[in-house]
């Protein structure tokens, strides 16, 4: 074999962040020393959803599932000693990217560097936002119009920056096919290529730096050869449609550029252990086709369905990359799959069915239109759905899970309380304490910014405009604006928006002939509601605090609904009190669903409300990302029932919230008859 060069190595990331920006800078330079290539941000609820820590909404969220940045402070203090002119940054942001980026650049400016060689990636893919993650803030028109924005301003002024990450990661946790996948990703990017090249500020002989700019976040499931094939997929529909669609007829411009988050949706709570070879797996699927390779890859860790990861178990998925790049000869080859029959067949299959799907949602007026119109969010919540009947038919095998459940203690999660990093809660008092002295100290070294100013207002008069809103964002950062105050200031332009929840128009996913299980919860719903004197059992499914990740609430919804029960569902991001104002108007069962960690402030807040309203025998349901140890202190404060990630069989779990309503209302236990 002729000897050739060996490949360099993809960017090797940690997904990370948490607490506070000072204790985020520690564990960034910590996985620097450790040979990690690249920075991945992760930011909390709040920042990611426009509101300040000192906010309603905020309570029980602050510094969980991401680090705080309310203002420049925050950020400067989370790059300190981290020459960001040397750096490749990745920072998981959305709807307030552009807010995010301006802080970055002013920071980036503070420390001398170069704007021109940033180096980095901001998310800012909002129609993923409304369809499976939920950290939207502004209506379909104005998000498309400030990611516009942001990729013109780039373009000119930060040139090696990557202004969106177009993400079909989200959309399989979200239960996407692969079809359906790359279909809505390459619809969102038409949909965000169109509004740039309509817009003007990017002239026609530009629109292949922008092209060339425009980069994916990808998902990688355990299905490997589907994995690797959709890949191929991608780059072949991109190669196509930068070509046909605009006109790019540069290959470097026109080359697919990702970066891969391997899933979670296939991490389990029971035998955690098993996903080690799962991440290892995935992987695979997106390094060792050299021509479908990714560019940057980060690996979640082995525990983080049971919470938020050590430094340890990241340094262990770090590892896990590092063995793959520097000790196996991968690298050293050209695309092994290349001439494959099966590959071949399996890429030409995806991309017909593909562009079938591209089409039906082009003829809808594009992605944004299939947005508002619930189709994108309906197919996905029945996919979803599908998917999980698979599960609990036992046809679709998730070692540990459904088969091969017996196992040997494990010493990895014999201490649960130490096999998961944990949040002081005092932390969100500290942070607020902080913001409240930034907003009180108008001229703090090094900052001196000129509090109260005139920047919101001058935000607010572009926004009211066509002018580009970067340079006012910029100036508001500079100025000393917060977080909430910069997002405020555009909601009260550009109003709010509640997405589609996709519930009601999802398809019956699970049968319910006789015999079947969903057939005797039926019976028991129908059963109880008789007991009970009403038409039919009321199910109030809610999400309060920010946590938009609202596939387990869709899916309980849906399977409560095909039971029999009468659901209300109002979405994602709810107080409290609006929570307990619904259950109180409609005399329902209550079910609280929360992932991000919030649910020892927020759950107990519900049961106190209810019981200051004399609700006492309404029951209350949590579901999420919960220890064992805050599941006994929630029953101990009064929650029913506590179901977690391990609790598969959604059938299952609607049976026993029966079996809670029919305990608080001192009806004898019910047994159905097959």
């Known amino acids: 074999m002729t000897e050739r060069q060996k490949d360099r190595p993809w960017l090797m990331r940690t997904y990370a962040g948490h607490s506070t920006a000072a204790v985020s800078n520690e564990l960034y330079r910590r996985n620097l020393a450790k040979g990690q290539t690249g920075l991945s941000v992760a930011f909390d609820l709040p920042t990611q959803t ?35 002119e040397q750096m490749n940054t990745s920072m998981t942001i959305n709807a307030t990217a552009m807010w995010l980026l301006a802080l970055y650049q002013v920071v980036a400016e503070e420390q001398g560097a170069d704007i021109t060689k940033l180096q980095g990636t901001t998310q800012n893919d909002i129609v993923k936002e409304y369809l499976s993650r939920g950290t939207h803030v502004f209506p379909p028109g104005p998000s498309l119009r400030l990611t516009t924005d942001m990729i013109a301003y780039t373009c000119s002024h930060i040139p090696k920056w990557n202004p969106i990450n177009i993400c079909s990661y989200h ?28 817009s003007g500020q990017v002239p026609q002989e530009r629109m292949g730096d922008v092209v060339a700019r425009i980069s994916f976040f990808v998902n990688a499931g355990v299905r490997f050869i589907e994995e690797m094939c959709k890949m191929r997929a991608f780059g072949r529909i991109w190669d196509k449609v930068t070509r046909e669609r605009y006109g790019i007829e540069n290959p470097k411009q026109r080359r697919f550029r990702y970066g891969v988050q391997v899933t979670s949706l296939g991490l389990t709570e029971a035998q955690p252990e098993n996903n080690v070879q799962r991440i290892v797996l995935e992987m695979l699927a997106v390094t060792l086709s050299k021509d479908a390779r990714a560019r940057a890859v980060q690996l979640p860790a082995w525990n983080e369905a049971l919470g938020l990861p050590r430094p340890w178990d990241q340094q262990w998925s770090l590892r896990i990359q590092q063995v793959l790049a520097y000790e196996s000869d991968l690298l050293e080859y050209e695309d092994i799959f290349e001439g494959s029959k099966v590959i071949e067949a399996k890429v030409d299959q995806l991309v017909t069915d593909v562009l079938a799907e591209m089409d039906r949602i082009q003829e809808m007026g594009g992605a944004m239109a299939a947005v508002e119109s619930g189709y994108l969010k309906s197919q996905l919540v029945a996919s979803h759905a599908e998917r999980r009947a698979r599960i609990e038919s036992g046809q679709e095998k998730i070692v540990g899970v459904n088969v091969f459940e017996g196992t040997e203690p494990n010493p990895l999660t014999a201490d649960l309380d130490t096999a998961i990093q944990t949040v002081d809660p005092a932390v969100e008092n500290r942070v607020v304490e902080s913001l409240r002295h930034w907003r009180d100290t108008p001229y703090q070294p090094p900052f001196n910014h000129p509090r109260p100013c005139k920047a919101l207002e001058r935000l607010k008069e572009a926004a009211k405009g066509t002018d580009n809103l970067m340079e006012a964002t910029l100036e508001c950062a500079r100025a000393g604006v917060t977080t909430g105050e910069w997002a405020g200031a555009l909601r009260e332009v550009f109003g709010e928006y509640r997405a589609p929840t996709g519930v009601s128009s999802a398809p019956v996913a699970v049968a319910a002939e006789a015999g079947s299980a969903l057939a005797e919860v039926r019976a028991k719903v129908d059963a109880t509601a008789r007991e009970l004197g009403v038409g039919k059992l009321r199910f109030l499914v809610g999400k309060p605090g920010l946590d938009g990740h609202s596939n387990g609430a869709e899916q309980i919804a849906v399977r409560a609904r095909d039971a029999g029960f009468e659901v209300v569902y109002q979405g994602i991001r709810l107080t409290p009190e609006q929570i307990v104002d619904a259950a109180l108007a409609e005399d329902v069962t209550v079910g609280l669903s929360i992932l991000s960690g919030s649910h020892a402030r927020l759950v107990p807040d519900v049961l106190q409300r209810l019981r200051v309203a004399g609700a006492t025998d309404i029951p209350v349901i949590a579901g999420g990302i919960i220890p064992n140890g805050d599941a006994e202190q929630l029953k101990e404060a009064g929650v029913a029932a506590v179901f977690t990630p391990k609790d598969f069989d959604i059938t299952g779990i609607i049976g026993r919230i029966v079996d809670e309503i029919r305990k608080a209302n001192k009806l004898d236990p019910l047994e159905v008859p097959a």
């Open 50 to 84: 426009g509101y300040d820590p000192d906010h309603i909404l905020a309570r029980g969220e602050v510094g969980r599932v991401g680090v705080p940045v309310a203002h420049l402070g925050d950020m400067c203090r989370l790059f300190q000693d981290i020459p960001l």
């Open 171 to 198: 959309l399989q946790e979200a239960g996407a096919t692969p079809v359906q996948e790359i279909a809505y990703a390459m619809s969102t990017a038409i949909a965000v290529l169109d509004a740039v090249r309509d």
